[in-house]
């Protein structure tokens, strides 16, 4: 056995010298089937215990043959294990970290050799901010509150913690054991502010103010929150640059980076996008993350939890998981799903069966999906500006206002992107119809952009009063500007009828606007106002409505607020490229993939927002689909079926009829 150095932590010049010492680690044998990067890859699964000081006989029953059965039962393109989770402990014999305090061989090694034999890239789960042994070691490290606390398990970017622990471990994995790369878990959601010594020094040298704020509603608080959030960013940047200026091939995800928790452009050489989806009401919060990280220019994936943690980490079925891999799968992007290890680091190998139904499931649509672009038609803003204006944590999340009225739009069957300021901005022409769904705050540039868009012909609809009141004059409107209403309000359309407790707001229009609706305030003794109205802008149209609804929708889903919102989109976008009628209970992704037009047909219905393990999902149908095109399509099929559809086409419009929808029906059309 090589003996290693006994210090703690390796010099990059250790580590460099060790690369030339296990040049012939089975990761590197020429005799090894290639592997595939993370960029190709579509399917893993995603295995972590988060190992603490319990912990004493790591590898005691991990074994080739373990590895073996899940490589033969799934055949994954890539593993994903656990070598340190949140407690900070490593569950292999780490030399520079804090390893557990027993081992049976090296288990790490095993997964290692297994894997490149079998041509399976090995990432490894690494937490990286949240590391509670190495703040119980040095204090010093912790992140600190406003009143000089240390946090126990958030660690400070000023400390050298990414310099003597983080980057030297990512080294030692990369070069000892030759793994792929790490999901490196805990970053930036679970980042806090900083009051630190050192932070705030920075942090009044960077802005120039020197009255640091405490809290919420204290002045400069949204500019210490950016301070921070930066000081994260160049966290990540520091430690992936120096890995791989050593480890160039090592493939480095930071989990949750540039997504919904992370809204932003990315800006950090991560080599993938990752995020694991809420283990409960799995299909809401995959559809949101998911649509949000399609446009985001980097090889995407998202993790279902094979199990609810409510109330007692139970299996969930092969039919269920398979719903939420396909939520995302009809998005484009890979999927993995997360299974348990026990304590010594094996796995439940009773569980494999399941993965390898939804493995099945998800390889019979590969071809077709993966790497699918959407076809824009509805994009739903989600604003960078406003949300961290909104939010009082670093990356924390807040969505629930934009999560209904997605949900909403979903439900009456329309292809929805989720984009940012930086996604949209110079490509809201491709977009038939834009959607501002409660947001309080839009940058300057931004708004003039829209008004732009609108007046070349483009449709905008604000959702709520406070989206309205930052295109006041635009709608031709005089909205109070007093406190928004938060009683019971009723809401009248085209005989159609909902009540909700949310915000709303009088409202007075003048000149060509024209009021859709009734708003009824219950105490309101002036009477009735309009719910909403739309109005020409140049070429286009924008709308608003004076009510919001997005939270409400999201805990009550009214059929009637759901019309109400549809009555409006079909005064602005009366024509999509795609309508679905039959049921509200099936998501329309409608995508591209060379000169095949994808139809994405994902059934949503059951309770799966309120039943943590579903034992069966209703099918829905039939269907009645058209399609506008220019010219008679060359062929149309149900795919992954392979079944020839009977189709008409007429005046421009492809009509035909899917019978049912067990999971998941492509429509492909091709042109």
């Known amino acids: 056995m090589i ?18 010492i296990f040049m012939l680690s089975p990761a590197t044998r020429a005799a090894d089937p290639p592997r595939l990067k993370r960029a190709d890859s579509f399917l893993g699964i995603h295995f972590d215990f988060h190992a603490g000081p319990d912990c004493i006989e790591v590898g005691k029953q991990t074994t ?7 490589i033969e039962l799934v055949h994954p393109d890539y593993l994903q294990i656990d070598c340190k989770g949140h407690p900070g402990y490593s569950s292999y014999p780490t030399r520079v970290g804090n390893p557990v305090p027993g081992f049976v061989g090296d288990p790490l090694r095993v997964w290692r050799e297994v894997t490149a034999r079998r041509g ?15 703040i119980a070691d040095h204090p010093e490290w912790a992140a600190r509150d406003a009143n000089g606390n240390g946090n126990p398990n958030a660690t400070s970017f000023y400390s050298p913690y990414a310099r003597e622990l983080l980057i030297p471990q990512l080294r030692e994995l990369a070069t000892v054991y030759g793994v792929d790369g790490v999901w490196v878990d805990g970053e930036c959601w679970a980042s806090v502010p900083d009051y630190g010594d050192a932070a705030l020094e920075a942090f009044r040298a960077t802005t120039g103010i020197h009255d640091v704020p405490r809290g919420p509603g204290d002045a400069h608080w949204f500019e210490f929150l950016e301070f921070n959030r930066e000081a994260f960013r160049k966290y990540l940047r520091n430690y992936i640059g120096q890995v791989k200026q050593t480890n160039p091939d090592f493939q480095m995800c930071s989990n949750w980076a540039f997504t919904d928790h992370m809204p932003e452009p990315v800006s950090a050489a991560v080599d993938f996008l990752s995020g694991d989806y809420s283990p409960q009401d799995s299909v809401n919060s995959a559809r949101l993350s998911g649509r949000l990280l399609v446009r985001q220019g980097k090889p995407w994936d998202l993790m279902a939890w094979s199990f609810s943690t409510q109330p007692d980490y139970r299996q969930k079925t092969s039919d269920q998981l398979k719903r939420e891999a396909a939520v995302v799968v009809a998005l484009g992007g890979g999927f993995q799903a997360y299974f348990r290890q026990k304590r010594d680091g094996s796995i439940y190998d009773e569980q494999m069966p399941v993965m390898a139904e939804v493995a099945m499931f998800c390889r019979e649509r590969q071809t077709l999906c993966h790497h699918a672009l959407p076809v824009p038609q509805v994009a739903l803003l989600f604003s960078t500006a406003s949300h961290y204006r909104e939010i009082n944590g670093l990356f924390s999340r807040n969505n629930q206002r934009i ?10 069957q329309h292809s929805v992107e989720v984009l940012t300021e930086h996604q949209l901005t110079g490509r809201m022409s491709q977009y038939p ?26 449709s905008l609809l604000l959702i709520g009063p406070r989206s309205a009141a930052l295109f006041a004059d635009d709608l031709q409107a005089t909205i109070d500007d007093g406190p928004t209403v938060t009683q019971p309000l009723d809401i009248t359309f085209d005989e159609r009828h909902a009540t909700l407790t949310d915000e709303g707001q009088r409202v007075e229009l003048h000149g060509d606007a024209r009021a859709i609706g009734t708003l009824i305030i219950s105490d309101d003794k002036a009477g009735q106002a309009p719910a909403s109205s739309v109005t020409r802008l140049g070429k286009g149209q924008i709308a608003a409505t004076y009510f919001s609804f ?10 009637a607020l759901r019309q109400v919102l549809q009555g409006l989109v079909d005064q602005l976008f009366p024509e999509p490229l795609v309508t679905v009628t039959g049921s509200e ?7 591209q993939q060379g000169d095949k037009l994808l139809v994405n047909l994902v059934n949503t219905s059951g309770p799966h927002r309120t039943v943590s393990v579903q034992d069966s999902i209703p099918a829905v149908g039939p269907l009645e689909i058209t399609v506008r095109l220019a010219k008679p399509p060359k062929q149309v099929t149900l795919e992954p079926q392979g079944e020839s559809v009977v189709s008409e086409f007429t005046a421009g419009k492809l009509h ?16």
């Open 433 to 458: 119809l834009i959607v501002v769904p409660e947001w309080t705050f839009l940058e300057t540039p931004f708004k003039d952009e829209l008004r732009k868009y609108v007046s070349a012909g483009g």
């Open 656 to 671: 035909l009829r899917v019978p049912e929808v067990a999971i998941h029906t492509v429509v492909v059309v091709e042109r």
């Open 3 to 20: 003996k290693l150095p006994p210090s703690r932590h390796w010099p990059t010049s250790v580590c460099l010298a060790l690369l030339a």
């Open 585 to 591: 209970s099936v998501d329309v992704c409608v995508a």
């Open 550 to 559: 997005g939270r409400s929708y999201r805990q009550d889903q009214q059929v």
């Open 403 to 412: 999560d209904g009225v997605l949900q909403a739009l979903l439900e009456n």
């Open 64 to 70: 080739p043959a373990m590895i073996e059965n899940i």
């Open 120 to 134: 399976v890239s090995l990432y490894l789960h690494y937490s990286g901010v949240w590391d509670s042994k190495a």
